[in-house]
């Protein structure tokens, strides 16, 4: 969370944000979704592109979508909104 959340340095905030959404797992993007939600505009800004690069990039990428789906039905309010937020984001209906 730490380093998606950086107040120094947005590369870090985007490289993890590709990062995670590389690996995909449901873990992987409830922290981002967690992050989304607590991020300033310039943070979720550097987090969007780097779902976007991990999704545009050539070697394709676990699909973010299916695990947000999966976030939806989280017990945590938060999680779901930023589920809902990087779902937009994915499917380019957002930012």
């Known amino acids: 969370m730490g380093l998606l959340l950086d107040a120094e340095d947005t590369a ?3 490289e993890t944000a590709e990062a995670l959404a590389r690996t995909g797992t449901q ?4 922290l981002l979704a967690l992050a ?23 070697e394709g990428v ?7 789906g999966q976030l939806a ?5 938060a999680v ?3 589920a809902a937020e990087i779902s937009a984001w994915a499917a380019g209906t957002s930012r």
């Open 62 to 68: 676990p699909d973010v979508v299916a695990a947000c």
């Open 73 to 77: 039905r989280d017990g945590e309010e």
């Open 36 to 58: 989304v939600v607590r991020a300033d505009d310039s943070r979720a800004d550097w987090m969007w592109t780097g779902v976007h690069d991990a999704r545009e990039g050539p």
């Open 12 to 14: 870090v905030t985007r």
């Open 80 to 82: 779901r909104r930023g």
């Open 27 to 30: 873990a992987a993007v409830r």
